[in-house]
T-cell receptor, first 115, second 113 residues
Framework: DSGVTQTPKHLITATGQRVTLRCSPR?????VYWYQQSLDQGLQFLIQ???????AKGNILERFSAQQFPDLHSELNLSSLELGDSALYFC??????????????FGPGTRLTVL | AQSVTQLGSHVSVSEGALVLLRCNYS??????LFWYVQYPNQGLQLLLK??????LVKGINGFEAEFKKSETSFHLTKPSAHMSDAAEYFC???????????FGQGTELSVKP
């Protein structure tokens, strides 16, 4: 158990809908990262938040957005869902958010299926 | 830009045989390098990491990897495979703002009895 929790574990929805994925980081970790794992794209970094502020952005679609709340949990919002958004979404957390090494601990993931 | 290439999307070995999973990276600055393992229906677990210092790093479950700057490689090895090693393995590189991880495509390891 990494100490990172993600809810829900599975999510099945229809095209055009909007969903919210939730992540609670390990106690004491200030940084949250979101990654998407799909068969065609592999594991891709989406976005990172550090202590409530956006720190880095990767290949995140405009239909996707995220935020980190004062209690440090984070939510990833996916809207206007398409079939291609079906994937496993991972959250990871780490103590700091700088460019120096800081180990990321991964949650179990949320499996999103868009029908 | 950084990138990671894992040679072989699927590797099959016999139980007790040497495990060798290959990873090459591209980075304009000295990278931090990682190997993660993913068991079915689970998240990613860190096996080992290279940041600075000794180029041969040891990780959990008997795995080790060697950073070779001249070859831009970070291959993962284990002297003797066990059935429980069957999983998907990801090599990753990190540098730059936020320490985001850039992953290779993954290598699925099968272990035959």
């Amino acid at each position: 158990d990494s100490g990172v929790t993600q809810t829900p574990k599975h999510l099945i929805t229809a095209t055009g809908q909007r969903v919210t994925l939730r992540c609670s980081p390990r106690s004491g970790d200030l940084s949250v990262y979101w990654y998407q794992q799909s068969l065609d794209q592999g594991l891709q970094f989406l976005i990172q938040y550090y202590n409530g502020e956006e720190r880095a952005k990767g290949n995140i679609l405009e239909r996707f957005s995220a935020q980190q709340f004062p209690d440090l949990h984070s939510e990833l919002n996916l809207s206007s869902l398409e079939l291609g958004d079906s994937a496993l979404y991972f959250c990871a957390s780490s103590k700091s958010g700088g460019s120096s090494y800081n180990e990321q601990f991964f949650g179990p993931g949320t499996r999103l299926t868009v029908l | 830009a950084q990138s990671v290439t894992q040679l072989g999307s699927h590797v099959s070995v016999s139980e007790g045989a040497l495990v060798l999973l290959r990873c090459n990276y591209s980075s304009s600055v000295p990278p931090y390098l990682f190997w993660y393992v993913q068991y079915p229906n689970q998240g990613l677990q860190l096996l080992l990491k290279y940041t600075t210092g000794a180029t041969l790093v040891k990780g959990i479950n008997g795995f080790e990897a060697e950073f070779k700057k001249s070859e831009t490689s970070f291959h993962l090895t284990k002297p003797s495979a066990h059935m429980s090693d069957a999983a998907e393995y990801f090599c990753a590189v990190s540098r730059g703002q936020g320490g985001k991880l850039i992953f290779g495509q993954g290598t699925e390891l099968s272990v035959k009895p």
